[in-house]
């Protein structure tokens, strides 16, 4: 079956701790994974895709195929970083499959 | 462009009522999807549309629930005599095209069923 697990309610680090949001998936294509973030009265939004690879506000994802993960990291917290976080995995049908969220908290 | 807009923001009704979420694309956005999302859970898909059109209505239950996207106006999902498990925050979102980075999302209806 197809899944997305976000063990983490909440996730609570002090500001200039490193930080590793955890996704796992089940999937049995080739996935295709996305990280969405969710701050405090704004709307749901892209913050990274691993087909880009990039790095968005200092944010990674790496798509790790062996251990079915799509850890997102930062080195140093931010308070602005604080917001709900949502892994999502693209299926064949174009549709997104989402994780239940990690609410990020950032201690000053 | 405003964004996608979602209307009203919280809509609280009785059972047996029945409920319309409105939503209204980005200007030039073709497609709209609508996801739930329960308490402590993850966005789950319900229906995504066309202008016209319905392309995927799987995650969508079979009863009391139906969705347009007409020619002209916004794309509503309404659900017909509503019951207490239908309380949820309901979003849209809307693209281009079927590439989902380019989705944009809605600020969302928060329906409470009395």
């Known amino acids: 079956a197809q899944r997305v697990t976000q063990p983490e309610k909440l996730l609570s680090v002090f500001k200039g701790a490193p930080v590793e949001l955890k996704c796992n998936y089940s999937y049995s294509g080739s996935p295709e994974l996305f990280w969405y973030v969710q701050y405090s009265r704004q709307r749901l939004q892209l913050l990274l895709r691993?087909?880009?690879?990039?790095s968005i506000k200092g944010f990674t994802a790496d798509l790790n195929k062996g251990e079915t993960s799509f850890h997102l990291k930062k080195p140093f917290a931010q308070e602005e970083d604080s917001a709900m976080y949502y892994c999502a995995l693209r299926d064949s049908n174009y549709q997104l499959i989402w994780g239940a969220g990690t609410k990020l908290i950032i201690k000053p | 462009n405003a964004g996608v807009m979602q209307n009203p923001r919280h809509l609280v009704r009785r059972r047996g009522q029945e409920a319309r979420l409105r939503c209204s694309p980005m200007k030039g956005h073709s497609h709209v999807y609508w996801y739930r999302q329960l308490p402590e859970e993850g966005l789950k898909f319900m229906v995504y549309l066309q202008k016209e059109n319905i392309i995927d209505e799987s995650g969508m239950p079979k009863e009391r629930f139906s969705a347009e996207f007409p020619k002209e106006g916004p794309s509503i999902l309404r659900i017909q005599q509503v019951v207490r498990g239908d309380s949820a925050a309901y979003f849209c979102a809307s693209s281009t095209g079927t590439g989902l980075e380019k989705l944009f999302f809605g600020s969302g209806t928060q329906l409470s069923v009395l």
């Open positions: 691993h087909i880009s690879r990039e």
